[in-house]
């Protein structure tokens, strides 16, 4: 055959038992390739144990130095509150050389000072002074770990104020509480934005490593003799892998809820209707790239760099769309996992909020759309 020409020339209806016979088909490879199924099903169970377990926002168990200048009954009190918590494992050092020296060797994370006559200060002029030193290379844990030690300060002063029958005078005082993920469980967040971080990688995989590996074996040239049309060969493609992929979130929402104990408070109407989605947007991604790849190396690290950083990254599964610059905000609109990141937060930890849940799953209808055209274009049947 020379020249170019559609698949099957007009779209004249879809032939159902082709159809049948190419689903079938893909079928039958996918169980001959174990490679299919440890992408579908292996991968997301090895990425959630690594980045469930590894990825935390939680600061726990925090070593602390604890330098008293004097030591006396109110100081050893004070000190006494850090190692009943969970989030301090508080170090006694003699003086506070000692302690900094520690801090550099990053044998510690912070300092806790009591200066001078804490205890006598404190009875007498109620102004005790107390130096709070924190290891500030990573920014995020010592504003979570000055957060732990000002709350540590403050029950110790309630409790220091009832013990001798006076009020503690707080100029404000704060009631408050808080919604969707009350226990402040980092993995409640993390997990169900890794979610959709898997998927992204898993559906784009599928796709385009199996058709580049046709492409490399020679059987992709059979498909293009034969008197399918390209409807029939893209839905002979989309819905084998698709059930594959369905699987595997299936498989990862199990794990979230049962392994990770993360609640779902949304229904599982929502949560299918949007996996599907953005499962089939994945898809459509991975057909691209397979157009784009000719080797199976290529495809899997386009399907890398295309989709798994892009998600990982700029999707709000750990950095805040809101904190970055706008430009980069702006970006993250071209990104189907911030979509999906956004209704698996909301259906695990808020529930069914259908105007959040039904603008992320228009636009991911539009990506999808989107993709589809341009598959539809590019997609030719010729040999050269």
């Not at 959630?48 to 939680?58: A, E, H």
């Not at 205890?119 to 995020?140: C, F, K, M, Q, Y």
């Not at 992320?360 to 589809?372: D, K, P």
């Amino acid at each position: 055959m020379t020249g170019e020409q559609p698949y099957g020339g007009h779209m004249r209806g879809i032939s159902m038992m082709r159809l049948r016979g190419l689903v079938k088909k893909e079928s039958y490879q996918i169980i001959r390739d174990p490679s299919s199924i440890g992408i579908a099903f292996v991968l997301p169970v090895v990425l959630l144990f690594i980045f469930g377990y590894g990825v935390s926002l939680d600061a726990q168990h925090v070593p602390m130095a604890m330098v008293i200048d004097k030591p006396d009954k109110a100081a050893f009190d004070f000190i006494s509150g850090f190692g009943q918590s969970e989030y301090f494992s508080p170090v006694i050092m003699n003086n506070i050389q000692e302690a900094e020296k520690a801090l550099m060797q990053r044998r510690i994370d912070g300092i806790v000072w009591l200066r001078g006559d804490f205890g006598r200060l404190l009875l007498s002029t109620g102004n005790a002074p107390i130096g709070v030193i924190v290891n500030g290379v990573d920014a995020n844990q010592a504003r979570i770990t000055i957060g732990y030690v000002t709350g540590a300060w403050i029950k110790w002063l309630e409790r220091f104020s009832m013990e001798r029958g006076r009020p503690l005078n707080i100029p404000v005082n704060v009631d408050y509480r808080i919604w969707f993920n009350a226990a402040v469980r980092s993995r409640n967040f993390l997990v169900p934005g890794l979610i959709a971080v898997i998927m992204t990688l898993i559906g784009a995989m599928l796709t385009a490593m199996v058709i580049a590996r046709e492409w490399e074996r020679g059987t992709m040239e059979a498909l293009m003799v034969s008197p399918v049309k390209i409807q029939e060969i893209l839905l002979g493609k989309i819905i084998p892998y698709f059930v594959l992929g369905m699987g595997g979130m299936a498989l990862s929402v199990a794990m979230a809820i049962f392994i990770f104990h993360v609640p779902l408070r949304g229904s599982f109407f929502a949560l299918t209707i949007g996996s599907a989605l953005f499962m089939l947007t994945a898809i459509f991604m991975g057909l691209l790239i397979s157009q784009t790849a000719g080797s199976q190396f290529v495809a899997g690290q386009i399907a890398i760099v295309v989709t798994f950083l892009p998600a990982f990254m700029l999707s709000g599964f750990v950095f805040d769309i809101g904190s970055m610059p706008m430009v980069i905000q702006w970006l993250t609109h071209l990104v189907a996992a911030r979509y999906f990141v956004s209704i698996l937060q909301n259906i695990f930890l808020a529930g069914d909020i259908w105007p959040i849940f039904f603008s992320n799953c228009l636009w991911l209808v539009a990506m999808g759309t989107a993709f589809i055209v341009i598959i539809r274009k590019k997609a030719r049947k010729r040999l050269e």
